[in-house]
């Protein structure tokens, strides 16, 4: 499940909230972290609202492009939970109710609980395959290359890991990161040739404000990322040889 | 500057990091929050890494597709800040040092300090319009309907404020948010019927898991969206009489 030709991904956030500002998204960090390890790169991401149309523009965009396809949010049993029948619709499928889900779903409830509404949380496109999620037991589901997840957190996180085992692993990017007092344009033409030393690396320069006028407590985060331990060693080397030309050092960061 | 035309805009966020999952964005949330009282109905927000490619497919279609379109990150002096080289390329238009924002940057260094790197963060189409930042003094920039932020959180926001008069007005949209102690499904039904007499609200259903397995802590937050105050109270209004009728009470939320 592991070789060297790479695995990338996209997620698609769906859910009026995210672009009206009232939630604030966690789930592309948690999935972005949930693939780093994996060794899956995440491309691109999108979020849409709960409008077929759009899903259904994204999902398609997506899909095509990238091994994989992670969609967080919408699956739930009310009138705005569209996802399955917008992915149903991306993929031209039929859209029904799974037999394993409804197994899962009838025996959550008491008798007489599992109404219509919330056998709705079964359908899915025919042939997906179920994501199982030991917190709220609703499942998402698999279909092709498309991980379809809820939105809430702790619920989206469980069926990540149901889903770990369906993915194809590719050698994950190590990073080193290094915290340093000095402003971004004194080392900007050092890091520059470090860089264009090392083309397989992605080295990236992030400024922080802590306390705006406050001297010392701003300055700039480097992140030395690549596949190649070795090289980012190297690499890590040279950018604290910089720092330290200009006589500042550097903290280890996460 | 105010009328009853849709006024749409779409976020794009460049960034490396963010696809990483190394940092946490909060950009999005943060215009989202802030077009919401100017009536601007943000559609659709897309996340790509620092490669010029990207940017430009992304740019390209969400400027056509909406009223504005307000990008974040990549805006400084190290060799992974392409922003403007990029909008630059998706307009078709040649990339130089803007006399204005020179004349910004030249103010805020020591003499010596102001050097190469440092005049790149000067450089925007030709054409471009300046963007102030009164917390770190380097510009965004703004090209047709396109606007070129920060991804620092704390310069984002200045420039946002910055921003805000260029921007054409709609009728904002109202949100009465509603929380309940019952369970998604027991209301789907009532709830639908509500969505159904009321086409031009947005019915938003969000169920949440404060501590799992603890009996009453879990619930559901019920958002009633709309551009016709009157209406929305009524709706709201019918959505108490809905949970009331099951015998729950509701709290009114942010």
């Known amino acids: 499940m592991r070789d060297d030709a790479p695995v990338t991904a996209a997620v698609l956030i ?15 960090a ?19 609202p709960d409008l077929e149309i759009a899903i259904v523009a994204a999902v398609n965009a997506l899909r095509r492009r990238y091994t994989y396809v992670f969609t967080t949010g919408g699956i739930g049993p009310t009138h705005d939970d569209i ?32 109404n219509e509404r919330r056998q709705r949380m079964a359908r899915m496109p ?30 989206m996180e469980v069926m990540l890991e149901d889903v770990r085992p369906r993915l194809q692993h590719a050698i994950p990017v190590i990073s080193r990161s290094l915290k ?45 990322r690549g596949r190649n331990n070795a090289e980012v060693d190297v690499a890590a080397n040279e950018v604290l040889a910089l720092i330290e030309s200009f006589g500042a050092s550097a903290t280890a960061v996460e």
């Open 30 to 48: 948690a999935i972005a972290r949930f693939l780093a390890p994996l060794g899956i790169d995440l491309k691109e991401a999108r979020v849409v």
């Open 126 to 155: 025919k042939g997906a395959r179920i994501i199982r999620n030991r917190v709220s037991a609703a499942p998402g589901f698999q279909i092709g290359n498309v991980f379809v997840l809820a939105g809430v957190p702790k619920i």
């Open 180 to 224: 340093v007092q000095l402003p971004e344009g004194q080392i900007a033409d050092g890091l520059e040739a470090i860089q264009k030393a090392h083309p397989d690396l992605r080295i990236g320069s992030y400024p922080f404000f802590a306390i705006p006028g406050m001297p010392g407590s701003s300055g700039t985060t480097l992140v030395i």
């Open 83 to 114: 996802t399955a029948d917008a992915i149903g619709a991306a993929f031209g499928l039929a859209v029904e109710h799974d037999d394993a889900a409804m197994e899962i779903l009838a025996a959550r409830y008491r008798p007489g609980e599992f």
């Open 14 to 28: 769906i859910g009026d909230e995210i672009l009206s500002g009232r939630t604030q998204d966690s789930n592309l």
